[in-house]
């Protein structure tokens, strides 16, 4: 995936990435303690805001544009009328419950 393969991988958490054949720290609350940790959470929220951002216009039924994909009220009902889309994240509590995807 990527041209260099690092030495190390620092991870934002208590448990380590399964399976990754790279050494890893983990760092509880890293994003507080280590500057790199900081930045990568920053490019990862940016990133994430500008995916939500095209799937709500994908996927209107779930009012992503004002929820950003947290549990509101909305989101849920949305889910309950049309079930789970692809990019739900199965590992989240509600959508666990959820036996439908669209």
Do not use: E, M
Not at 11 to 20: E, F, R, T, Y
Not at 28 to 54: E, M, N, P, Q
């Amino acid at each position: 995936w990527l041209k260099y393969r690092p030495n190390l991988v620092l991870v934002d958490g208590n448990q380590q990435i399964k399976d990754l054949p790279i050494p890893q720290k983990v760092i509880v609350k890293g994003d507080s303690k280590c500057l790199a940790i900081a930045a990568a959470s920053i490019v990862a929220k940016v990133w994430r805001d500008t995916l939500i951002i095209r799937l709500a216009k994908k996927y209107p039924v779930y009012d992503l544009t004002n929820n950003k994909g947290y549990g509101t009220k909305k989101h849920k009902q949305g889910i309950l009328n049309y079930g789970l889309s692809p990019q739900h994240r199965l590992s989240f509590s509600p959508c666990q419950h959820s036996l439908f995807t669209i």
